[in-house]
């Protein structure tokens, strides 16, 4: 099976040290590291990437469309902004997860509109980095349940 991308946005580099009160105390590093171990117990492999910039972000989406079977996004900043990341998200016929640190519906309203949203099979925020690990959950819950199943000409 191919790998789970995991594609983070502008800024998440920066996990631990800019607004903890709002993001938490993980690094990106940790998250990463736990997310390995997930991976590792559900049968899957991941591919963890993070940029500051849209369009290394909208040629990794384009890059998941044949080599990813699925794809855990915080775009951070870029949800909010990035008609472009819409329509990348758009050409992928992969289940898409996407994921928020914090929960955008109780901060400022300009981050209450998501251009990722109308393109995700589904939104988890608010959680903290557990929302990385729900989002890998439901992925490959959704790979496994549309898997061929494999029968034996025997059976």
Known sequence: MKPIFILNGPNLNLLGEREPEIYGGN?????????????????????FRQTNHEGVLVDQIQEARHAASGLILNAGAYTHTSVAIHDALRALSLPIIEVHL?????????????????????VICGLGAQGYGLALDAVA???????????????
């Open 141 to 155: 819950e959704i790979l496994k349940a549309s898997a061929p199943i494999n029968r034996s000409p025997h059976a």
């Open 27 to 47: 690094t990106l590093a940790t998250i990463e590291d736990a997310l390995r171990n997930r991976a590792a117990t559900l049968g899957v492999s991941i591919d």
């Open 102 to 122: 914090s929960n955008i519906y109780k901060r400022e309203a300009f981050r209450h509109r998501s251009y990722v949203s109308p393109a995700a099979t589904g």
